[in-house]
Every structure is written in structure tokens, then in C-alpha cells.
């Protein structure tokens, strides 16, 4: 059952407090999850089954709960990757800007009906993203480029319709994000990474008013997040600024948590442990 104090709210189970394990399991979960998201995108899969599987709070209040780890590690990760110098906001902003505005219109589309319908499209845009990703590999470990050419007929409703989706349930964002930079943009994967975690960071900060003013943000179970997300997107971006074959690795994840996704929205991994 749920009951408030001081404003928050505390899940008991059997007139119990919470049993400590689950908030070491939230908290380490959420360290993978927010290492996941700097360094490939989709680790929202894993904190908002931990907060709606676990934590039992219902679909939407996961995910304004969610937000709030989302926008520690991304100012972990952003800082980390600009004292490093791969964050460039100033050559990004055709890209930053139209995903801040389509992600405040799907954060204000989220509040107003259930994401639970938004899934069965995400989980088909997961298969299409994993072929996208497989096919020409070395499209995707390319070295730096110094000045890109950008078509802003092209690049306005790309990136306002990724910031819609991203302020609408946020689960694969960064896929979708990394995809759009690497193949679209020409940044090469540590770069792409350092926009992402910045862009999903200052909409982040919109996304959680909205949701803390339809109430629909749990604040304690937002900041044990919170604590385990920052430490993963700081180790992550740590990793990805100084070590030369982090372009590489980032690519291998990439594919890890696609083809990990793909199992599980189609529930293949039932089928495949039913072999055993």
C-alpha cells in the first residue's frame, strides 16, 4: 500500500516498510542503466521496469519518476564530457534546439494519456533501428569531423519529432538520437553521445516541471535513482572521453541493447528459455 509522508511517497508492502534489497537493486539497476544511456541510449527500459515492476508505481508516475535520474546523469555525463572538450553546444544547436521544442509537446501529450499504447510502435522502430545499425557497421566508427553540412529542411522535423518522442516516454531516445547524428549529422559516436546527454538533460529539466505539476513525479523513489543514474553516466562519460576504442565499444553496446530490447518487447526471450 501507499501512504505519504513529508510529501512523499512511501511504498510498504504487507503494512511493512519497503525491504532494503529493493532499494539496493533500484540503486545498482539504475548505476547500469544510467552507464547504458551515455553510452548507447535504452537504459530507460531498465528503470522503468524497476520502478513499475519493483517499485510498483503505476506507468505514468514511472515516468515522470524516471526523469529525474534521466536529468543527474546528464549533467554528470555533460560535464564530464565538456571539461574533456567533446561537447560542442555551440556547433549543435541546429540539432539542440528543435529537440527541446518537440520535447516539450510530448511531454505535455504524455501527461494527457497513458504510454502503455506507444509501446507496440516503439517495439517494431526497435527491429527497423537494429537493421539500420548492423548494415554498413563502419558507417558508424568514423573519425571526427571538423565542419558538417547541415540541411535544416532536413534537420528541423528529424530532430523536433526525436525531442517529441523523447518528451513523450523517453525509453530508446538516445537509439534514435545516436542514429540521427551519426548518419544524418556525420558526428561521429562519442561526439553524438556528448549532444545527446546534453540535449536530454536541458529538456529534461521542462520535462520534470510538467510532470511535477500534473503530479506525477514520486521524489523519494526519483532520488535513490537519481544517486545509482549519476554515478553510471559519470563513469560512462569518464570512459567514452579518454580512451581512444571508446567509439568501438559504443557501437558494440549499441547492438547489445538493441538486439536486447528486440528479445524482450516480442517476449523471444520466453520462447527462448522454454527450450531449456
Known amino acids: 500500500m501507499t501512504k505519504k509522508h513529508f510529501g512523499f511517497k512511501i511504498i510498504r508492502n504487507d503494512n511493512h516498510h519497503m525491504d532494503p534489497i529493493y532499494y ?3 540503486i545498482v539497476g539504475a548505476a547500469f542503466a544510467g552507464a547504458i ?26 515516468n515522470g519518476t524516471n526523469r ?13 564530457f565538456y571539461k574533456n572538450g567533446k561537447l560542442d553546444v555551440r ?11 518537440g520535447a516539450i509537446l510530448g511531454v505535455l501529450v ?16 526497435m527491429v527497423g533501428m537494429l ?19 547541415t540541411n535544416l529542411m532536413l534537420i528541423i522535423p528529424a530532430f523536433l519529432a526525436l525531442g517529441f518522442y523523447g518528451g513523450f516516454i523517453q525509453m530508446g531516445m538516445g537509439v534514435f538520437f545516436l542514429a540521427a547524428m551519426v548518419l544524418g549529422a556525420k558526428y561521429n559516436i562519442t561526439e553524438s553521445n556528448a549532444v545527446k546527454t546534453f540535449v536530454v538533460g536541458v529538456y529534461t529539466i521542462l520535462v520534470i516541471a510538467i510532470f511535477q505539476w500534473k503530479g506525477l513525479i514520486d ?3 526519483g532520488l535513490i535513482m537519481a544517486f545509482g543514474q549519476t554515478i553510471g553516466g559519470w563513469l560512462a562519460a569518464t570512459y567514452a572521453s ?19 530490447a528486440v528479445v524482450k518487447l516480442f517476449g523471444l526471450h520466453k520462447f527462448i528459455f522454454g527450450l531449456f
Do not use: H
Open 24 to 26: 539496493v537493486i533500484a
Open 68 to 80: 529525474v535520474g534521466i536529468f543527474s546523469q546528464c549533467t554528470a555525463g555533460s560535464y564530464v
Open 110 to 125: 504524455a501527461v494527457q494519456v497513458s504510454n502503455e499504447q506507444f509501446k507496440s510502435v516503439f517495439s517494431f522502430l
Open 219 to 221: 521524489w523519494k523513489m
Open 242 to 260: 579518454k580512451y581512444p576504442k571508446a567509439d568501438l565499444w559504443a557501437y558494440r553496446l549499441l547492438v547489445v541493447v538493441v538486439i536486447f
Open 91 to 101: 556547433g549543435s544547436l541546429a540539432y539542440i534546439i528543435p529537440t527541446i521544442i
Open 131 to 149: 537493421f539500420v545499425i548492423l548494415v554498413k557497421p563502419k558507417r558508424w566508427l568514423k573519425p571526427a569531423k571538423e565542419k558538417r553540412q
Open 37 to 62: 544511456n551515455t553510452f548507447a541510449g535504452n537504459g530507460s527500459a531498465i528503470t522503468l521496469t524497476i520502478l513499475t515492476e519493483i517499485l510498483q508505481l503505476p506507468p505514468n508516475m514511472a
